[in-house]
């Protein structure tokens, strides 16, 4: 965990393993009745000082992940946008609105507004949104969103773009070395990529 995010959140000291051992029994025991009950639980977790529970609310957020649909997006972006950093915000643009947008592929034009959205980790989330995919991942749109940002001088955004060619690069790396050749990143960017491939 990053020094900066130490300074912006409160923890309570409790490890990922210890964390899932305590929280997944009690998942179990008490499932939502459906997506809207779901976001409730949530929000409520997500209101509490720290950041474990955020922790805990992607978890439980990933294990009944089926439950959320189309009306559950603005939900995502918000909580994307509120107690925002790396950590929880990329589980839930590859873990959670990763699997809606499979499930439900016309999300992807809503999603394709968040391209420009002035927050940067509603921007990122729309990058990596597709980052687990593999040969699902819709190419033409990972590169409009890669080229939309390709300027963009946002440390999360070069990195999101770098993880997301990254990861695609292992399915289609002749076709990610072209795009990067062909086109302007950050150095850092197009380093990390090409290093990769």
């Known amino acids: ?7 912006q959140f409160d923890f309570l000291g409790i490890r990922l393993v210890p ?4 929280t997944y029994p009690l998942f179990d025991k008490n499932p939502p009745k459906d ?34 649909g189309g009306q559950h997006l603005t939900f995502l972006k918000k909580l994307i946008k509120t107690r ?21 592929p016309a999300l992807r034009t809503k999603i394709a507004s968040w391209i420009r959205d002035p927050n940067v980790w509603v921007r990122r989330s729309a990058i990596i949104f597709q980052i687990q995919y593999k ?32 990861e695609y690069a292992r399915i289609n790396p002749q076709e990610v070395r072209r795009f990067v050749q ?3 990143f950050a150095e ?7 290093r990769m491939i």
């Open 35 to 68: 997506g809207d009950e779901l976001v409730a639980r949530i929000e409520d977790m997500w209101a509490q000082p720290y950041r474990e529970i955020q922790y805990a609310a992607c978890d439980y957020l990933f294990r009944h992940r089926t439950l959320l």
């Open 135 to 166: 040969d699902r991942t819709d190419w033409p749109l990972l590169r409009q969103f890669c080229l939309t940002c390709a300027k963009d001088d946002d440390y999360y955004i070069r990195n999101g773009i770098g993880r997301a060619l990254s």
């Open 1 to 7: 965990m990053s020094k900066k995010a130490r300074e």
């Open 19 to 22: 964390r899932r051992e305590v």
């Open 182 to 184: 062909d086109n302007t």
């Open 84 to 104: 925002a950093w790396r950590d929880t915000v990329d589980t839930l643009a590859a873990c959670i609105l990763g699997d809606l947008a499979l499930r439900l």
């Open 188 to 194: 850092q960017t197009t380093q990390e990529i090409l």
